[in-house]
């Protein structure tokens, strides 16, 4: 009786195993399990007993055992996935299309719904996802114009520092989605530095960016700066919204005010140089102790009193000089 409270216990509190929110330090760990869930990286090591919170689609189609999803649920870039498929041109395995349309109609459930993306729906097409109007929208439309939103947000002197991004040093941000996209924007720190900016020059869908060089600009008046694009990958989406708004980036940086969304081949290798949980905020507390002896420099040690600083840096002391911040935190 004890023994088995104390496995109740275990999967209450431990969920079958220990586990913690990743970071790229974490990627690559043979011992855990990466997954995502929620826009969130976690890493996972399960005991015995454990339940796959994030499991692979052939799991849930029967075919495979006790299989976590380590790809992102992206199918199309998955090595356990291409080799299960050729497996099944070997006739060696049945495919997880002909395993689910074995059961009753009611149970076939669509795929989004086995790999946890959307709640329960039946699949109306017998898995021949290719035909389907929904797959369609689902991955094109809405999963792609949706935003999502931090977990958890740290703050560091004033300034938004959520938990489950990944950061590059010229003050943009990436998040991994479910589906194996990545989401890109500019940070609380750059947009509460240069203040609401008048335009954002996106470039179109279709277009390629290159980690750490030029991806876009914003313009302030006569102003412009130059952004460094934190990784690398073909822009599938484009937020319009924040084109024809670029208030929602200031208001909503995390959120609504999310740039692009980027297909890549490989997101791990993507993020690995990334900084992300304590890095992160390690590096958002330099920044504000850098900007800090900046302040102090052209207006006096009162500026800068260990308070929050206020937004719209650039706009309240222009003495900082437009160039001197872009080059000191865009890297540009």
Request: proline share 3%.
């Amino acid at each position: 009786m004890e023994e088995r409270e104390r496995n109740d216990q275990k999967r209450l509190f431990s969920y079958g195993g220990s586990h913690r929110i990743g970071s790229k330090q974490g990627l690559g760990a043979e011992s855990e399990i990466v997954s995502v869930f929620g826009g969130q990286i976690w890493m996972f090591k399960p005991d015995r007993q454990v339940k796959i919170d994030n499991p692979c689609i052939w799991m849930q189609a029967g075919v495979a055992k006790n299989k976590n999803c380590n790809n992102f649920y992206d199918c199309t870039t998955c090595k356990y996935d291409l080799g299960m498929q050729k497996r099944v041109a070997e006739r060696k395995h049945i495919s997880w299309q002909d395993s689910m349309r074995k059961r009753p109609d009611i149970h076939r459930t669509c795929r989004h719904s086995l790999t946890h993306r959307i709640d329960n729906r039946t699949c109306s097409f017998n898995y021949n996802c290719f035909r389907c109007d929904f797959d369609q929208f689902f991955e094109e439309v809405w999963n792609a114009k949706t935003k999502s939103m931090p977990f958890e947000v740290q703050n560091v002197k004033g300034f938004d520092v959520p938990m489950d991004y990944f950061f590059h040093n010229g003050h943009t941000w990436a998040r991994i989605e479910s589906g194996g996209y990545i989401r890109i924007g500019l940070d609380d720190f750059a947009l509460k530095l240069l203040g609401k900016v008048d335009a954002l020059d996106l470039p179109l869908m279709g277009n390629e960016l290159d980690k750490d060089n030029v991806g876009w600009g914003l313009r302030r008046q006569d102003n412009h700066a130059d952004v460094l694009s934190p990784v690398g990958g073909v822009i599938v989406e484009v937020n319009s919204k924040v084109r024809e708004n670029p208030g929602l980036a200031n208001r909503e940086p995390y959120g609504d005010g999310w740039l692009f969304l980027v297909r890549t081949p490989n997101i791990k290798s993507s993020v690995k140089k990334l900084m992300a949980d304590t890095e992160s905020l390690n590096w958002i507390n330099s920044e504000v102790n850098q900007l800090e002896g900046m302040i102090e420099e052209v207006a006096g040690p009162l500026a800068a009193d260990g308070g929050y600083l206020q937004n719209d840096i650039y706009g309240n002391l222009k003495a900082l000089g437009w160039e001197n911040l872009t080059k000191t935190f865009l890297k540009t």
